[in-house]
């Protein structure tokens, strides 16, 4: 995964500020190709409580502040119904621990 530690411990602070200790943060897409080069961060939030849109929005701005790259961000709510998008994005994501 081309995220180094500092940087996910970024996610991790930005994201639990903003939707909550018990969020689940995980890395999709192409950061979790290490043959590849550049691109955004895309992310997908689960937490325990909907989030609004400013709150989406927020996470975002801080994220992208704090990696200094564009960060792409899906939220969803633990146990509502999955988009298919973000079925896929759950399926091949990696966990953020900590």
């Known amino acids: 995964m081309r995220l180094s530690a500092e940087q996910q411990q970024a996610i991790r602070e930005v994201v639990r500020a903003i939707a909550g ?6 890395v999709f897409g192409s950061r979790l ?3 590849r080069r550049g691109g955004d961060v895309d992310l997908l939030i689960e937490s325990e409580r909907k989030l609004s849109v ?3 929005a927020r996470l975002e701005l801080r994220l992208e502040g704090r990696l200094g790259r564009p960060v792409d961000v899906l939220v969803c709510t633990r146990g509502s119904p999955l988009t298919p ?3 896929i994005a759950r399926e091949s994501g990696f966990v953020i621990q900590g």
């Open 54 to 56: 400013l709150d989406w």
């Open 33 to 35: 190709d290490d043959a």
């Open 21 to 26: 200790e018990g969020s689940r943060i995980m």
């Open 85 to 87: 998008f973000q079925r």
